[in-house]
């Protein structure tokens, strides 16, 4: 069973969280501060972690910042207004998703899922040979590892999942609406600003390697040659 973790002050919304949870297949556990909720994360196994931008000790972007020092656990913010920049600048520090407060239990059980879902299953469009050699990367799809010039790269969720949709057709144009109809199929307006963001945030990963080009007005594409692995 999946084990997530929320991290809200709100100690009335960790037990009908639980319960509805449960009703799912998933393990709900909880924390209401921060150090807790570190400290949790980092002496047990969790498949997603549940954060809200209003906390005490410090908010929930600067804890997704320390978050993603140490662990690519998918992240699903909570904005309690709803505010696009709260979750562009969510997005932009490295977490998967966001669900604006108030909501409903089922959209934020439906959004941990489809991410889990994607951690755990074969990238869209990504069929045959499980792994993408090119030159000074390698995609290991089945290992959901990423090399650059042989040293590991740590990539969320989210950045894999791009990167290996781009790699099963290297070359080809993903507009922003393709990218979001293969990896989310969230609301467009903001997820197309969402796109742009992760695709920064996987380019600076991929640095010295200048390997995603940007067409203007078309959208994304892998431009690096392919090798044959070694």
């Given at each position: ?18 319960t509805y949870f449960a009703r799912f297949g998933c393990i709900l556990e909880s924390a209401v501060r921060p ?119 740590e990539l969320t969720g989210t950045e894999f999942e791009l990167l290996a949709l781009l790699a099963a057709e ?61």
């Amino acid at each position: 069973m999946p084990r997530i973790l929320l991290i809200d002050d709100d100690e009335h919304l960790a037990a009908p969280l639980t319960t509805y949870f449960a009703r799912f297949g998933c393990i709900l556990e909880s924390a209401v501060r921060p150090s807790e909720g570190l400290a949790k994360l980092r002496a047990g196994q969790y498949d997603a972690a549940i954060l809200d931008v209003m906390l005490p000790e410090m908010d929930g972007f600067e804890l997704c910042r320390e978050i993603r020092k140490e662990s690519d656990i998918p992240i699903v913010m909570l904005t309690a207004r709803g505010e696009v920049m709260d979750r562009v600048v969510g997005l932009e520090l490295g977490a998967d998703d966001y669900v604006p407060k108030p909501f409903e239990p089922r959209e934020l059980v439906a959004r941990v899922q489809t991410i889990l879902r994607r951690q755990r299953s074969a990238p869209p469009a990504a069929t045959g040979t499980q792994q993408r050699v090119f030159d000074g990367l390698s995609i290991d799809l089945d290992r959901r590892q990423v090399l650059r010039h042989g040293e590991r790269v740590e990539l969320t969720g989210t950045e894999f999942e791009l990167l290996a949709l781009l790699a099963a057709e290297p070359g080809k144009v993903f507009s922003r609406d393709d990218i979001l109809n293969r990896l989310r199929g969230h609301e467009a307006e903001l997820y197309t600003r969402a796109v742009d963001i992760v695709v920064s945030r996987l380019r600076k990963k991929l640095e010295p390697l200048d390997c995603i080009k940007t067409l203007r007005n078309a959208g994304y594409a892998l431009a690096v040659a392919r090798s044959e692995p070694a």
